[in-house]
């Protein structure tokens, strides 16, 4: 399926805006901000490119740039509040190797990032979509998990969390029928990824007593 046709996995709303994050908005829109109608690697440089999908506040994409220099993390996110937040930390680290898409990921991996680009790709706690009849909004399906496989550079990882267990059975079900994946242990990743900060969104699962499920997937063909 094309990803035009394709339900979307969000539904925009004008979130509050604070001041802080207004002002980085304002201040450091076009330095980060991406074309979403340029090619990706004419963007970002092909040292260490990392994806984060749908990163929320941002807490775990300023935190990898932060920890690692030599890597180049794009961001995907639709909020504007949660752009600002991660503009926010981008100003307080003066972090440079960071860029941020503020479109839906989906057609923007399909038309305009070369196949085998990232070494890694998060998506943590997407969007859960809980009620049987929106569960063709969740983001991640066979079509999408195809697209994250050619996109990744062999060997390199997607890395998936979620707190609802319907979506993370969903998923399972998808890779295990699914020859081009390796299952790996959290071991097997590299250090930093062993010490990520906790993001609010997980911690609104954990008040909520919801089991947090991870998934780590090395791309093998
Ligand atoms: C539940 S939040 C998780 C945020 C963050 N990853 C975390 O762990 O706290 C999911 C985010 O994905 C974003 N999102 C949903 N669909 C998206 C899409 N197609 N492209 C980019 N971002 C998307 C939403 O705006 C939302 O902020």
Redesign the pocket.
């Known amino acids: 399926m094309q990803t035009q046709d394709r339900l979307k ?2 539904v925009l709303r004008k979130g509050r805006i604070t001041s802080n994050q207004q002002r980085a908005i304002d201040t450091l829109w076009d330095k980060y901000i991406v074309d979403s109608t340029e090619e990706l690697k004419n963007i970002l440089p092909n040292t260490h490119p990392i994806l984060d ?5 941002g807490e ?1 994409t300023a935190f990898i740039s932060k920890q690692k220099p030599e890597t180049f993390v794009l961001g ?4 504007l509040s ?1 752009i600002g937040s991660l503009l926010s930390k981008v100003s307080e680290d003066s972090l440079e190797n960071i860029r941020i898409l503020n479109s ?3 057609p923007f991996l399909e038309e305009k990032v070369s196949d085998n680009f990232f070494e890694l790709i998060l998506m ?4 859960p979509w809980p009620k049987r009849k929106h569960h063709k909004r969740r ?1 991640i399906n066979k079509d999408f998990i195809d697209l994250l496989n050619s996109k990744i550079r062999p060997e390199g990882i997607f890395y998936f969390k979620t707190d609802w267990s319907h979506y993370f059975q969903e998923v399972k079900k998808i890779v295990s029928r699914d020859k081009k994946w390796a299952v790996l242990e959290k071991k097997d990743l590299k250090n930093y990824l062993l010490d990520l900060p906790q ?4 911690s609104k699962a954990l008040v909520a007593k919801r089991e947090l499920n991870e998934l780590i997937l090395q791309r093998i063909s």
């Not at 999908?53 to 506040?57: L, R, Y």
């Not at 943590?124 to 969007?127: A, R």
């Open positions: 996995s969000f999908i749908g990163f929320g506040s775990t995907a996110e639709v909020y949660g839906d990921i989906a943590f706690y997407p969007d983001l993001t609010s969104f997980e």
